[in-house]
Nanobody, 130 residues
Framework: QVTLAESGGGLVQAGGSLRLSCKASGLSFNNWAMAWFRRAPGSEREFVAAISWSGARVYYADSVKGRFTIYRDRTNNIIELQMDNLKAEDTAVYYC???????????????????????WGQGTQVTVSS
């Protein structure tokens, strides 16, 4: 019932920008958050950014803070990740995630852990060249 579909990836030069979108359906927003993760070849999944179900709170990994911005549209079914000043190390497959966080502030959530229930999209490739 819950489906997530990412789009917007592509090839961009270092210093350039891309905007990723996650179209979502069947979500439970109360006490759930949306997030972006990424995985480079041969690497483990890495947290990128998160947004509360209401869109009122956001949280970023240190590696992207000041360069990436996460948004939720007014319909609550599209989550966007604006990526500016891209670097070669940003190259990865980016995944949309929906997970329960309860009342925990986003910056205190154990994003590297495994929640009891979460949902993932299929990913979109971002390649940054120099």
């Amino acid at each position: 019932q819950v489906t997530l579909a990412e789009s917007g990836g592509g090839l961009v030069q270092a210093g350039g920008s891309l905007r990723l979108s996650c179209k979502a359906s069947g979500l439970s927003f109360n006490n759930w958050a949306m997030a972006w993760f990424r995985r480079a070849p041969g690497s483990e999944r890495e947290f990128v950014a998160a947004i509360s179900w209401s869109g009122a709170r956001v949280y970023y990994a240190d590696s992207v803070k000041g360069r990436f911005t996460i948004y939720r549209d007014r319909t609550n079914n599209i989550i966007e990740l604006q990526m500016d000043n891209l670097k070669a190390e940003d190259t990865a497959v980016y995944y949309c995630n929906h997970r329960e966080v309860g009342a925990t502030p986003l910056y205190l959530v154990e994003w590297g852990g495994s929640p009891d229930v979460d949902y993932w999209g299929q990913g979109t490739q971002v390649t940054v060249s120099s």
